[in-house]
């Protein structure tokens, strides 16, 4: 494994860190204590140290799977990144709550869920910039950073081209900006990465295999049923998708190498990315997530 700074947090994060929506049950499996187990075992074998979490992956489901886990092993080796912002009513069907009082009880039920004193990064989630715009907000955040609560601030941008919250990234003494980014999708790279590199923030990468088109699981003409979260895209949008995606293997992938292996590491070649953060649905995939590792200078 490799790692890298994540900006001025002065963590250290491996390049390759886990995403757990999945934890949540919303991709289409439902998962028990023991595959959770199985799977964050498997990513510190393969010494990944990152996961990063939500409240509305489930009602904090996902927390919760993830802080049993951490109760029955070394705290200190993992950083754990989460968000708040949202209320989880069923699948996918939230509410955005992001005032100060509701956000400081989200803050207090995910430290609860994930059985533990401190949240390595905090993230704000998606929300829009009216309600980022909020002193009071950041305010009772820096607080419960001050009270030891919360290492270090966060905003994951729901567009991926929102300069204004990554712009008042230093203003609100938020360090980390989590971010879509795949070779499918690199408008991060106009003015979001530039701003990031400009105040230092360290950048996580999320949905680096564009939902699994990147996997290398799906050729033209692939169905998606209802239960999975991609039936949801326009039809023709996914043709377009599978078709790029279909010549993006046959003309940039070298010979031999394992697509989603290259897709992230593809990510990991912008020297901003500090670690990308896949979904992972088995030990299998955790390791062959690692490996990608391996294709980084």
């Known amino acids: 494994m490799k790692y890298r700074r994540l900006g001025k947090t002065e963590l250290n994060v491996s390049v390759i860190g886990?995403?757990?929506w999945q934890f949540g049950g919303e991709w289409g499996m439902q998962f028990n204590q023991g595959e959770v187990d199985a799977i964050l075992d498997k990513g510190q074998e393969?010494?990944?140290n990152l996961v990063d979490t939500a409240e509305c992956y489930g009602d904090h489901l996902?927390?919760?799977?993830?802080?049993?886990?951490?109760s029955r092993r070394k705290r200190e080796d993992w950083i754990i990144a989460t968000k708040f912002g949202h209320h989880f009513h069923e699948r996918f069907t939230r509410t955005d709550v992001f005032d100060a009082e509701d956000v400081?009880?989200?803050?207090?039920?995910?430290?609860?869920?994930?059985?533990?004193?401190?949240?390595?990064?905090?993230?704000?989630?998606?929300?829009?910039?009216?309600?980022?715009?909020?002193?009071?907000?950041?305010?009772?955040?820096?607080?419960?950073?001050?009270?030891?609560?919360?290492?270090?601030?966060?905003?994951?941008?729901?567009?991926?081209?929102?300069?204004?919250?990554?712009?008042?990234?230093?203003?609100?003494?938020?360090?980390?900006?989590?971010?879509?980014?795949?070779?499918?999708d690199r408008v991060p790279e106009e003015r979001v990465f530039p701003s990031c590199e400009r105040q230092d923030l360290g950048v996580l990468a999320r949905v680096p295999l564009a939902s699994g088109f990147l996997s290398g699981k799906y050729k033209p003409g692939a169905q998606f049923d209802a239960t999975d979260v991609r039936h949801r895209q326009d039809a023709e949008a996914v043709r377009r998708k599978l078709e790029e995606v279909e010549r993006i293997r046959?003309?940039?992938?070298?010979?031999?190498?394992?697509?989603?292996?290259?897709?992230?590491?593809?990510?990991?070649?912008?020297?901003?990315?500090?670690?990308?953060?896949?979904?992972?649905?088995?030990?299998?995939?955790?390791?062959?997530?690692?490996s990608a590792a391996d294709l980084v200078e």
């Open 18 to 20: 886990i995403g757990t």
């Open 46 to 48: 393969c010494g990944i």
């Open 62 to 70: 996902s927390e919760s799977f993830i802080g049993d886990y951490m």
């Open 104 to 184: 400081l009880k989200q803050l207090d039920a995910s430290l609860k869920a994930l059985k533990t004193d401190y949240i390595d990064v905090y993230q704000f989630h998606s929300g829009p910039d009216k309600v980022f715009d909020n002193d009071q907000l950041w305010t009772m955040l820096d607080k419960q950073v001050q009270a030891g609560k919360i290492r270090h601030l966060g905003t994951s941008i729901g567009s991926n081209d929102n300069l204004h919250q990554t712009d008042a990234s230093s203003l609100v003494n938020s360090k980390v900006i989590q971010v879509v980014y795949n070779r499918l």
């Open 250 to 290: 046959r003309e940039e992938v070298p010979a031999g190498v394992d697509m989603a292996q290259w897709a992230l590491a593809w990510c990991l070649k912008n020297p901003i990315v500090s670690s990308v953060i896949p979904g992972c649905k088995s030990p299998e995939q955790v390791a062959s997530n690692a």
